[in-house]
C-alpha cells in the first residue's frame, strides 16, 4: 500500500508528533472500514509552519486563511488547519507533490477559535475577500 502520511505539526516537535499522526492515520483507516495500518516509520512531520507555539497565527497561516477564504470559500482557523494549510502550500511550493499525487488535505475542525481571533479574522479578510 503505498500511501504516505505527512502530518504538519501546530504545536509540538516533529518527533513528538509522529505517534499521534500515526494513531490518527490508524483510526482513520479503521473507522473507514480497512484492515489496513500505518507503520509509525511510514509517517513524516514536519514542524516549520507551527510558529511560536499554540495557538499564536503565523503569518503563513494568515495567508492560508486568506488564500482559503477567497479561493475555496472555505474558513480555517488560526490556531489548527490554517497552519496546515500553510503547510500543504509549503510543502506543494517545494515540488513534493507530483502532478498525478492525489493530495488530500484532512479539515479536522477548528470552528470555535473562529471566534476567539475574530478580531484577527476581520482584519484580515476585511476588504480582502
Known sequence: ????????SVSRTASEQRAQVTNLANLTLAHLGYSLEVESDCVRVDDRYRGSGYGRPTDDA??????????EGILLDPVYTAKCMAGLAG????GRFGSGDIVVFVHTGGAPALFA???ELR???????
Not at 1 to 8: A, E, P
Not at 91 to 94: I, P
Not at 123 to 129: I, R
Open 1 to 8: 500500500w503505498d500511501v504516505k502520511v505527512r502530518g504538519i
Open 62 to 71: 494568515m495567508d492560508a486563511i486568506l488564500y482559503a477564504a477567497r479561493d
Open 91 to 94: 510543502h506543494a511550493q517545494e
Open 117 to 119: 481571533y475574530h478580531a
Open 123 to 129: 482584519d484580515l479578510l476585511d476588504g480582502s475577500v
